[in-house]
């Protein structure tokens, strides 16, 4: 009956009401397959995700999607990703292994309090390599990211803030991990937000200080491996969206339809037009993780590690910062 109809998708709408205000949706949904990623371009960035930073096979080599891939718990979503790593997945020529999605969009990711949201799931096929050290989730200047494969908890998905891990779980195939950072980018701290499966976040670190920026184009939704290795490995992600005002605690509700930049660049209270969306900001971006060949690094670009060959010597206001000693330095 209408009314069962009705009242069925009141209490839908009941639990899956989003506490806060989604300033910028992740959803897999405007992506019917794959192929849509590719849309993207510097010159037309459509969608919700840039799509550069991958290795020269084509895209279905490196990104799938499935209603398998996805935390069941979200029903939001129809379908996951399954993002692959493997000895294909060099970008600019550098050598480290990655693959990883950039949001696209008009909204300030920077500004305030903000609740970066998603989950990631391991399987037991290809699962990601222990020896091998990555970098999940992260930020360009890396005041909060993932790792995994880092000694001496190296099979556990840690959380690290400015390099420095703080807080981990010991990373099993087949269980759904929900994170929401939750950065302070006015006070300058971030604190985590965690979960299994359905079950409902809870703050399991405390806000620490941390330098929290972003440009808004470079929360890296996806992994860099740092070390580089012809082993494959695959990753499963859903319900990454980025959130204002309070959390919403309970999974799967971070997908669907996107109130994502149309509401928050209307919207009264965080409408600063200072981000930077441009096709030349981004490439600020994408220049600061790229071995430039002049003799001085930019800001965030690298500057030493193991097989790395690029400048060493960092720009002026910035020093070499070892982010994932022996691998990765970084001119920050
Ligand atoms: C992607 O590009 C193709 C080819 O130009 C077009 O047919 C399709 O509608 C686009 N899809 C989206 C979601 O923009
Ligand atoms: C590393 O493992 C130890 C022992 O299991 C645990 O107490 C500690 O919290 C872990 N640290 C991180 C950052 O995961």
Not at 64 to 82: Q, R
């Amino acid at each position: 009956m209408l009314s069962f109809g009705a009242l069925t998708l009141l209490s839908l709408l009941v639990k899956n009401a989003r506490a806060g205000t989604t300033i910028w949706s992740g959803s897999f949904n405007t992506y019917p397959t794959v192929a849509t990623f590719d849309n993207w371009s510097w010159s037309n960035e459509v969608g919700e995700y840039q799509w550069y930073i991958h290795g020269s096979q084509p895209t279905s080599h490196y990104l799938a999607l499935d209603p398998s891939y996805k935390n069941p718990a979200d029903t939001s979503e129809t379908n996951g990703l399954k993002i692959t790593i493997d000895q294909t997945s060099n970008w600019n020529g550098q050598t480290m292994e990655r693959t990883e999605l950039i949001p696209q969009t008009t909204a300030n990711l920077g500004t305030g309090n903000l609740f970066y949201h998603f989950s990631i799931m391991r399987d037991s096929t290809n699962p990601p390599e222990s020896s091998l050290e990555h970098q999940i989730f992260f930020f360009e200047s890396h005041f909060t990211e993932l790792k995994y494969g880092v000694s001496p908890n190296s099979t556990y998905l840690e959380w690290h803030v400015s390099s420095s891990p703080q807080w981990g779980v010991s990373w099993d195939a087949g269980t759904w991990l929900n994170f929401a950072y939750d950065i302070d980018f006015s006070g300058g701290s971030v604190g985590l937000w965690f979960s299994t499966g359905s079950n409902a976040l809870t703050k399991v670190h405390a806000n620490i200080a941390a330098s929290a920026s972003t440009n808004s184009e470079d929360f890296h939704v996806g992994v860099l491996r740092i070390v580089p290795d012809s082993v494959v490995e695959n990753y499963y992600v859903s319900g990454v969206y980025i959130e204002s005002g309070s959390i919403t605690t309970s999974v799967g509700s971070g997908g669907g339809s996107s109130s994502s930049s149309s509401s928050s660049s209307s919207s009264s209270s965080s409408s600063t037009s200072s981000t930077p969306t441009s096709s030349s900001s981004s490439s600020v971006s994408s220049t600061s993780t790229t071995s430039a060949a002049g003799a001085t690094q930019t800001k965030y670009g690298q500057c030493g590690g193991t097989s790395y060959s690029g400048p060493t010597t960092c720009g002026t206001g910035t020093t070499c910062v070892a982010v994932s000693p022996p691998y990765y330095y970084q001119c920050q």
